[in-house]
């Protein structure tokens, strides 16, 4: 290579090198102004809780939309496999809505199509973010974050109405439809342990064929279950498993008893029931949601069962 | 005033020499490249996965699930193959250019501690007891074999790193006052942040995962354990990239009939990877509620300067490949582009790796733009992107690579040229249209790693939105399969094919170097232990204030199957 063509790739080498230089930093302002001028859509944090104590939680207790204010409201959301609680959230056009996230088991991701909501749901911590909603519609919330063999199936719905909409579904709400537990279960238990009943063998237990069993050693302890959810290591007809069943306790006492009572005979044999079952009622969920175990506590209830 | 700091090998001497070290770096880079045909044979499937076919439950009746083959593909690809072959790059070349002898056992005992560890990992994960994804992020938990096999890989490379460091050593006692020659250079600065790099994913994996997945602890707290992930999680994308770079610096210049025109702008760029590449991780996090923002800001910020030594090297390779297209008669603004050896499979595959990189680094300025993120983050988009940095910038120029460097080491004759110039152009088609097909349906928020093509009836057409996409994928998965046979064919027709005579072997197509800058500069870039100190302390400034608060606030959590 010559002398001249040597230089003349040296001056090219510096204005390249010079041209990189601007460009970062272009980028770096940039940056730098649309923090400034949209940070409330960055996802910060609240605080952090653990995900044993979300049923005595303030915000977690009973996840949901509630109105903080003339045209703000707050929405409480729990990521658990495979769904969100709640699944659907309804909120008004126009306003400013306060989003707090945690998870009640592994990561999960809540990402709001069309929108700049998009964060982890990470257990043991409390995320935030604001967000206003200019335009109505139904907006599709997928997981985003790998939870299990039935991410895919992680889908909600962020419902944004009118005003008047919205105060119509509100006192729609207040007046309690008939709950037919069917529907519950295929709603909240079916995408883990299946419409059948019979779970995934090694990743969700069955409840056909073992919820029987679970009653006749101890009325009370499906009650608690449904509530409070276990962790831990459990045996299920010769099976491991390791999950978790969440806790329900977000469901009303009418919802709970409907799907209890739906859940021990769908798929088994009166007979195996003990003799004098009565239906569970919702009285009896009342009062058992009065005294709340941990995950831990219902492990260890759940060893001192007489199973078969 | 070209400095020849490379040796020149002749052909002849080359045939009878380095027998062992030739034996070892075949059993690194064939060891890698098993791994990625296993891996890349799942890749179809996910591809057509995103274009809503689920071939999974009836032509891989023997994997449990989409998650385990994805498992599986993001192991083998990303962390098995990469490593391997890295090792085979970084070990052979400086000891070549050198002309220093490998300690030989110590080499293999370290090829001997990855491929435990790759049984290990792999055994797990065929096992289904280890579905959790190349990410592994708690409370879902794994296996302790597939997090003992893992950290096992990473303690052989690291073995590997002291190898190469101990092979510049040595050549600087032999040679005082000497500046270390360009291709170990490159090396030895790649194996020290590699060292400072996993620092991590040790911490993470042997603290608290082997631990806790043993039972011996009760519990991890997923964030930290992320943030761990991701303080290796970052630098590793540059521990797959730069033996790419290597090639493209050390080689292509002399295989594109030019030179390469800048030495010591190949060492700067290398020592800003050094200094930038660690303390940049929380990018990968701005979604994370346990981070505080001025602290993702800040690393926002130090990402955009690792741009830069890839602008560098744009524009110093083109400039080196410019001069052989010159020489070999082109003229105008762009005639010398006709006139690189576009016959030469090596040369054309590592090329179009380098123009696949020109979408994979915007890409990648996108996702570490803070703001920008939000958009993207966790959807289709990044495999999208990683496909096209790692899966074509990093594998097309490694295929490359081994149209030589393969014959080199067995004195084998190449399979077959002009399918091996087939290969290239056919990964590099399907990794492009991949890449728009993934990017474009990250966009309508298509989630990454989902088993989209499997939904209930009650969600089917979710996704409906993003159908052209959706068709572009599924294409790119066809393309990609019939690039992946084609790559193989060559590699097993040449390894099993026709013997070279002794005067045939290829040599090392070593480029001659030039220098630009004073050669004091030179020499202060030579210090590599006062720059690994100030790099160490960089990160340090970087990630200690949210990790000690992290340290210090934990809440554990037990672990979790759910799959």
């Known amino acids: 290579m010559d002398h001249a063509t040597h230089e003349r790739i040296a001056k090219w080498e510096r204005r390249w090198l010079a041209a990189s230089g601007l460009m970062s930093l272009t980028f770096v302002i940039l940056i730098a102004y649309t923090l400034a001028t949209e940070g409330g859509e960055i996802v910060q944090a609240a605080g952090r809780t653990d995900p044993a104590t979300l049923t005595t939680s303030a915000l977690f207790a009973q996840p949901g939309v509630r109105a903080l204010g003339p045209n703000e409201y707050q929405v409480s959301l729990i990521g658990q496999a495979f769904t969100w609680v709640p699944n659907t959230v309804v909120v008004p056009v126009g306003a400013l809505v306060r989003f707090y996230f945690t998870s009640r088991d592994v990561i999960h991701g809540y990402q709001v199509e069309r929108t700049s909501i998009n964060l982890e749901v990470i257990p043991g911590e409390v995320a935030t973010l604001h967000y206003t909603f200019d335009e109505p519609g139904t907006y599709r919330v997928s997981c985003n974050q790998y939870c299990g063999s039935l991410h895919h199936e992680m889908v909600g719905w962020v419902e944004v109405v009118s005003a008047t909409e919205f105060a119509r579904r509100q006192s729609a709400q207040a007046a309690p439809a008939a709950v037919d537990g069917e529907s519950v279960f295929a709603s909240n238990c079916a995408s883990c342990h299946q419409a059948n009943g019979e779970g995934i063998a090694g990743a969700f237990p069955p409840v056909a064929g073992h919820l029987p069993d679970l ?34 306790s977000h469901l009303s006492d009418d919802e709970l008893a409907a799907v209890l009572n739906y859940a021990v005979t769908a798929w088994d044999d009166p007979e195996a029931l003990p003799a004098d079952f009565v239906p569970y009622t919702a009285d009896e969920i009342a009062a058992e949601r009065q005294t709340p175990s941990s995950a831990a506590e219902m492990l260890a209830l759940r060893g001192e069962l007489e199973l078969p | 005033m070209t400095v020849g700091t490379i040796p020149t090998t002749t052909t002849v001497a080359e045939a009878g020499t380095w027998r062992g070290e030739k034996a070892v770096t075949a059993a690194f880079i064939l060891t890698g490249l098993g791994a990625l045909l296993i891996g890349a044979l799942l890749g179809p499937f996910q591809a057509l996965n995103y274009g809503g076919i689920n071939l999974y439950d009836d032509v891989l009746p023997f994997l449990r699930s989409y998650y385990q083959g994805l498992t599986l593909h993001g192991v083998l690809n990303v962390l098995v193959f990469t490593t391997f072959f890295n090792a085979g790059v970084l070990l052979y070349f400086p000891a070549r250019e050198l002309n220093v002898r490998m300690n030989l056992p110590f080499v293999w005992s370290s090829y001997a501690v990855m491929l435990a560890g790759l049984l290990m990992a792999g055994t797990a994960i065929v096992a289904n007891t280890s579905t959790v994804l190349y990410t592994f992020y708690p409370p879902l938990s794994g296996h302790w074999a597939f997090y003992t096999g893992l950290a096992l890989v990473v303690v052989g490379s690291l073995m590997g790193a002291v190898e190469v460091l101990r092979l510049r050593t040595a050549w600087r006692r032999a040679n005082p006052g000497k500046v270390t020659p360009l291709v170990t250079y490159m090396s030895s600065v790649t194996m020290l942040m590699w060292m400072l790099a996993t620092v991590g994913i040790v911490v993470e994996v042997v603290v608290f995962l082997i631990p806790w997945s043993a039972g011996w602890i009760s519990g991890v707290d997923p964030q930290l354990a992320r943030t761990l992930f991701w303080y290796t999680g970052h630098p590793i994308v540059y521990f797959w990239l730069l033996p790419a770079y290597i090639s493209w610096y050390a080689f292509i210049p002399k295989q594109a009939g030019g030179e390469l025109v800048s030495d010591s702008l190949t060492r700067l760029a290398f020592l800003m990877f050094l200094m930038f590449s660690t303390p940049v991780g929380f990018h990968h996090q701005f979604a994370d509620p346990g981070i505080p923002v001025a602290w993702k800001l800040v690393h926002s910020l130090l990402t955009m300067f690792v741009g830069i030594p890839s602008m560098i090297t744009a524009f110093t390779i083109a400039a080196s490949m410019e001069v052989g297209g010159r020489r070999a008669g082109g003229t105008g603004v762009l005639g010398w582009i006709r006139k690189l050896p576009w ?180 020499q202060m870039m030579d210090r590599l232990g006062a720059w690994f100190v100030l790099a160490a302390f960089l990160v340090a400034l970087a990630y200690l204030p949210t990790l000690i608060s992290m340290f210090t606030n934990q809440i554990a959590l037990p672990g979790l199957r759910l799959w």
Request: charged fraction near 10%; hydrophobic fraction near 50%.
């Open chain 2, 343 to 522: 016959r030469n499979p090596s040369f054309t595959a590592q090329v179009l790796a380098m123009f696949s990189f020109i979408f994979g680094g915007a890409g990648g300025i996108i996702n570490a733009s803070f703001t920008l993120d939000l958009l993207v983050h966790n959807t289709t988009w990044i495999p999208g992107h990683f496909h096209l940095t790692v899966g074509t910038a990093t594998t097309l120029t490694f295929f490359g690579m081994t149209f030589w460097w393969v014959p080199h080491l067995t004195k084998r004759a190449l399979y077959s040229s002009r399918l091996a110039l087939w290969s290239a152009w056919t990964w590099f088609v399907g990794m492009m249209l991949f890449g728009l097909g993934m990017h474009w349906q990250g966009l309508y928020a298509v989630p990454r790693r989902a088993h989209i093509s499997n939904l209930p009836e009650q969600l089917q057409g979710i996704y409906a939105d993003a159908a052209v996409p959706q068709f572009l994928t599924a294409v790119s998965g066809i393309i990609l399969l019939a690039a992946v046979i084609m790559y193989f064919t060559v590699l097993f027709g040449t390894l099993f094919g026709k013997r070279l005579e002794d005067a045939d072997v290829p040599a090392i197509p070593f480029s001659e170097a030039r220098e630009i800058r004073a050669s004091g500069v030179v």
């Open chain 1, 215 to 248: 009653v006749r050693a101890d009325r009370a302890y499906p009650v608690k279950l449904v509530l409070n959810g276990l962790q831990g290591a459990i045996t299920v007809d010769g099976v491991g498993y390791n999950g978790q069943m969440p806790a329900w």
